[in-house]
């Protein structure tokens, strides 16, 4: 029980108070006791429950126990647990008395009134602490935490309407409800209270800017029942009482957390006293709810898929056609959003860097609370050819977005999304991540090399379940993380492999092939349609000493993040497998000197991997069997795809030129404790 506020009686004439169920009211005697007072009597009518308490060192006791010798400490501390049915129909009586007297010098009431008012929403989220016993006003992480969930309204479920639907003050379509969070204001007492007393809901200027609420005024099932009373510059409204007992509210988010924005939003209900017309009305009693903005998590590549996207452009038809074989087989949806000439020709759906091409615009990610679940898309600063995609067609009833634009210009190729991966769950330096944590690529500590733009970074970091690590990536021309790992499902260990892109390994496997007298063994061989491509042998590349210094700097740029990679992922050497790769230079930047094999599709078990052209020895493929040699005995199919002339060519690869919808995490945000 918390305190109410202090109510002061007279002896002159009887005095009136309104008390809230489960409230404590302290009562100020000190003005009102006649001259002579030594001891006091305290009762209540039944339902009225009073404490006194002697002393600020002593507890306190029932007050009808005995008589109480009066002092400067004396506390009279009343609680009614009930509504009244009628104003004033109890009461406590105060009597004062002397020891010389047997009567008492006077006496003094103080007549109640009991009201039950609470402002309630989901405060256990699935199984967590009962809302009964924990503070409202607070919002707790971790599976014995408590406080309510509230969704960012950001996809469009009335097709009719051009924006998101948080952007509008109405409710265009009831399935819009489905996206909000319902608060309600339960009042119990006599109707007659309310003729001189107002309940105010009310919030904060700050977070009027990022919450929007709606009262239902009238039958739930019509749009027009919902009017909008809190949010952007309304930050008060004078609750009137439609339904009796009870109103129902329908809560949205406007903003995601945010460098300036903790997630946090308040509302408050405040019973306001307007009986005296001589004076101002003055507060009574104020309940408070605290809600959490959900967070928008990323999906790791272990997830199991549920939709792949692909475009189709004028020269990668043979490309979307392995794509779509690869979905078939993992027994998901394939999506080719946008054909020409709508898609202007631009083939980089997933997260991709340019040089002189277009990119990828988008990250799928998830938002959820307890009653819904929903994808959104993450649209990227980096506009391209697509800029428009992700707004125009992937936004829609149940399909999310949102962005970040930094006020200037100040974007480069590491804004685009292949810079953007997440891990699977881990636990590193005695933490648990059950979400995985984010990875995005900079440079190293004190560069002034190209990083991601602050308001990318602020936003990923102020989500706090998916906490970012960010990676060395300013060696490669593009300058994405995708570039050089990945990671798969494993039945064993911590339930993944993380692949890395390794010279190291491809100069050992091929100085394993020469061995063995492949030295002639030639790459790019069957390689169609491309004249700008000249066969090398595998001789040839271990006499090239430019290419073999090169290697070992990019070899030597991939063991930092190795290593940064194990102490934040909190992974060991067999959790990392070694994938052969070599890079050349561009402008003093790395690229991929064949298709990059890293740079997957991942489907469950089912991975689409660039066909590397590798060295053909004995009728295969020694690049493809060294890597299905390291990844079939984890019970995955390789199938590798040709993309060298629609994406290698342009410095991207199956990974650039797809994208994923994945099944949510089961695992719940709310149950972890950043």
């Not at 649209?379 to 936004?395: A, C, H, T, V």
């Amino acid at each position: 029980m918390s305190l109410q506020r202090i109510v002061r009686v007279s002896l002159e004439h009887p005095t009136s108070a309104v008390c809230v169920a489960g409230v404590e009211t302290l009562v100020d005697i000190y003005g009102s006791c006649p001259g002579g007072t030594e001891m006091l009597e305290v009762y209540g009518t039944p339902g009225v429950d009073v404490y006194i308490s002697p002393s600020m060192e002593r507890g306190r006791e029932r007050a009808d126990t005995r008589r109480w010798r009066y002092n400067a400490g004396l506390e009279i501390i009343v609680v009614m647990n009930s509504p009244s049915n009628d104003v004033n129909d109890s009461h406590v009586q105060i009597s004062y008395y002397s020891r010389h007297k047997p009567l008492p010098l006077a006496y003094t009431v103080l007549y109640l009134t009991c009201v039950d008012i609470t402002l309630d929403c989901d405060l256990d989220c699935e199984g967590r602490q009962n809302g009964s016993f924990v503070d409202k006003r607070q919002w707790v992480w971790g599976p014995d935490g408590y406080g309510a969930v509230l969704l960012v309204n950001c996809d469009r479920d009335d097709l009719n309407c051009d924006d998101r639907d948080n952007c509008d003050q109405h409710v265009c379509c009831l399935q819009d409800l489905e996206d909000m969070s319902v608060m309600v204001l339960r009042t119990q007492g006599p109707a007659a209270l309310f003729d001189d007393h107002r309940l105010v809901l009310h919030t904060s200027s700050y977070d009027a800017k990022r919450a929007r609420v709606f009262h239902v005024c009238g039958p739930e099932d019509s749009c027009e029942a919902y009017r909008h009373v809190l949010g952007r510059d309304k930050v008060s409204y004078e609750v009137p009482r439609f339904h009796g007992d009870e109103e129902r509210f329908f809560v949205e988010g406007l903003s995601f957390p945010d460098a300036s924005f903790s997630g946090l939003v308040s509302f408050h209900v405040t019973l306001l006293d307007d009986s005296n017309e001589d004076f101002s009305e003055s507060p009574i009693f104020t309940d408070t709810v605290v809600f959490r903005v959900a967070p928008w998590i990323m999906t790791p590549s272990t997830l199991p898929p549920l939709e792949v996207y692909v475009c189709q452009v004028r020269n990668n038809t043979q490309f979307v056609d392995a794509v779509a074989e690869l979905a078939m087989k993992a027994g998901c949806k394939l999506t080719i959003p946008a054909r020409r000439p709508r898609n202007r020709n631009d083939r980089w759906l997933s997260p991709a860097g340019r040089l002189s091409r277009s990119q990828d615009e988008m990250e799928l990610g998830y938002v959820q609370a307890p009653h819904k679940t929903f994808p959104v898309v993450f649209d990227s600063p980096r506009n391209g050819e697509l800029q428009d995609f992700p707004y125009k067609r992937i936004l829609g009833p149940d399909f999310g977005y949102v962005t970040r634009e930094p006020q200037d210009s100040s974007v480069c190729a590491l804004d685009s999304f292949g810079n953007l991966e997440v891990s699977p769950p881990v636990v590193a330096n005695g933490k648990e991540y059950p979400l995985g944590r984010i990875l995005i690529g900079g440079n190293l500590p004190g560069s002034s090399g190209r990083r991601v733009t602050q308001v990318v970074r602020d936003f990923l970091h102020a989500q706090r379940v998916q906490p970012p690590v960010e990676l060395f990536v300013d060696w490669l021309a593009v300058g994405h993380v995708d570039e050089f790992l990945s990671f798969v499902p494993a039945p064993d260990g911590k339930g993944f492999r993380m692949l890395l892109a390794s010279p190291g390994a491809c100069f050992k496997l091929f100085q394993e092939k020469r061995k063995w007298g492949h030295g002639r063994a030639l790459l790019f061989e069957g390689v169609v349609g491309n004249n700008q491509v000249t066969t090398i042998s595998i001789n040839q590349v271990l006499s090239n000493e430019n290419l073999i210094s090169y290697n070992k700097f990019v070899q030597s740029c991939i063991d930092w993040n190795r290593e940064v990679l194990k102490r934040e992922l909190g992974l060991t050497e067999r959790d990392i497998v070694d994938i052969p790769q070599l890079f050349k230079t561009e402008r003093r930047k790395a690229v991929a000197f064949f298709p990059d094999l890293v740079n997957m599709l991942v489907l469950g078990k089912y991975l689409g991997i660039p066909k590397p052209f590798g060295p053909i020895i004995n009728g295969r493929c020694c690049l493809e069997e060294k890597v299905r040699s390291l990844l079939e005995p984890l019970g995955l199919h390789c199938t590798f795809i040709d993309d060298f002339t629609p994406y290698h060519m342009l410095h991207g690869e199956v990974h650039c030129g797809t994208n994923v919808r994945r099944q949510p995490f089961s695992f719940k945000w709310w149950h972890m404790v950043p």
